[in-house]
């Protein structure tokens, strides 16, 4: 390893996202122990690009703390020689179930001795929140970077800047939602969807057609039928403009008859007093007697001429 360079600026660190997966899914196999592994990729400059990672097994592994052993370590060169043999190692990564995102005095401790390049960093990883972030040297001090790139190995194309502490938080929701783009989507068959949508016209028409009816209600005519009595006219029915005919589909104009009531005689008055009714004079009959026959004739009578009998004649 070799010796840290007095440099302040903060190291610039690209990693995959194929090795984040990795990582993560490394840390929640166990989600109450630590695990930890090796990263492996290249400097370029004042940074470095990660592009692989190797788990460490057969490491001393507790709830809080995690030990690379001798074991550890030959598995991690065995891997390594094989099938990175051009590549460095660029840092390790541990995982904290649990407790947060920081480096303790362990971690400290252990980085000092076994990464204490200029460009080695040291990832960690929470399983519990997905909280994550990468700590490397800026000067004698080990702090959290605030700039992180993170490159998609499917399009080859780099993440922007984000100055935040932890800048990729958000990643393997965005992998997520990815994945779940591609998938086919999952619903109801066709032919239920057009029921449904059928179901859903039928029911606004038959809304419609009611409201029309209490909105807009249509007049009723009734015909006399000689055999039924009264009918109700079939719909269509309607009168004439000027008000003369009705007209019935199928049968044509008819003539409108309109009843007219006539005027009733009044009502007799019960408080009025009966009228006194004279009797009848009876006539004469051809075999009476010669007085009754010349009867003088009643005050007003008037002869067979027009003449009143009772006016002297000249």
């Known amino acids: 390893m070799g010796k840290r360079k007095p440099d302040q600026r903060q190291p610039r660190v690209t990693i995959a996202g194929e090795v984040l997966r990795q990582i993560r899914q490394h840390a929640r196999s166990n989600s109450k122990t ?8 290249e400097e370029n400059g004042n940074g ?4 692989a990672r190797i788990p460490g097994l057969n490491a001393a592994q507790a709830g809080t703390y995690v030990t690379f052993t001798q074991d550890t370590w030959e598995h991690i060169y065995k891997i390594k020689d094989k099938e990175f043999p051009a590549e460095r190692i660029v840092g390790w990564y541990h995982s904290h179930p649990g407790f947060g995102v920081f480096l303790s005095d362990h971690d400290t401790f252990i980085h000092k001795n076994f990464f204490s390049s200029a460009l080695q960093v040291a990832w960690v990883y929470d399983p519990h929140s997905d909280e994550e972030g990468c700590f490397g040297w800026a000067g004698e ?3 959290r970077l605030s700039e992180i790139h993170v490159k998609d190995d499917k399009g080859g194309e780099e993440a922007g800047e984000t100055g935040k502490p932890e800048p990729v938080g958000g990643l393997e929701d965005e992998e997520d939602s ?6 086919p989507e999952i619903g109801p068959p066709a032919w239920l969807r057009w029921m449904l949508m059928i179901a859903s ?3 606004l028409a038959t809304i419609a057609f009611f409201a029309a009816v209490l909105l807009f209600p249509r007049p009723v005519y009734l015909l006399v039928d000689p055999a039924r009595g009264l009918v109700e006219a079939p719909p269509g029915t309607h009168v004439s403009p000027d008000g003369s005919s009705l007209s019935i589909p199928g049968v044509g104009d008819l003539p409108l008859i309109r009843l ?3 005027s009733l005689p009044p009502e007799p008055d019960k408080n009025s007093k009966p009228q006194s009714i004279e009797p009848a004079v009876p006539a004469p009959s051809s075999g009476g007697s010669a007085a009754g026959s010349q009867a003088a004739p009643q005050s007003g009578a008037k002869s067979g001429n027009g003449k009143d009998s009772n006016v002297p004649r000249k």
Do not use: F
């Open 34 to 41: 630590e695990v930890c592994g090796v990263l492996i990729g």
């Open 48 to 51: 470095m690009s990660i592009t």
């Open 141 to 143: 001090r080990l702090e």
């Open 178 to 183: 990815n994945e779940s783009d591609q998938r």
């Open 201 to 203: 016209y039928l029911l």
């Open 260 to 262: 007219v009531p006539r």
